[in-house]
């Protein structure tokens, strides 16, 4: 990055994150989802996205997601 490219203030280093990840910027302002510490809390996330976390289990794995075989265990 050249000396041109750096931020000056804290407002254009946001911008610069939020430009490079926009969700990750969405977490950090979303005062709803994270303790002051920094920390998810995990009742308000599942709320928030929840059509999102559905959305992740609904579809079935792909082709290169090999699932072991299930094995039966011996009755000894």
């Given amino acids: ?3 041109a490219q750096h931020p000056t203030t804290l407002c254009e280093a946001f911008q ?8 990750a910027v969405a977490l950090r302002t ?3 989802v994270i ?4 920390k998810l809390k995990r009742r308000p996330v599942v709320e ?8 992740l289990y609904e579809a079935a794995p792909g082709p290169t997601v090999h699932e072991p075989k299930a094995t039966v265990a ?3």
């Fill in 1 to 3: 990055m050249s000396e």
């Fill in 16 to 23: 610069l994150t939020a430009a490079i990840d926009p969700d």
């Fill in 30 to 32: 979303a005062g709803d």
């Fill in 35 to 38: 303790t002051l510490t920094m």
């Fill in 48 to 55: 928030k996205y929840a059509a999102e976390i559905e959305a």
């Fill in 74 to 76: 011996a009755a000894n």
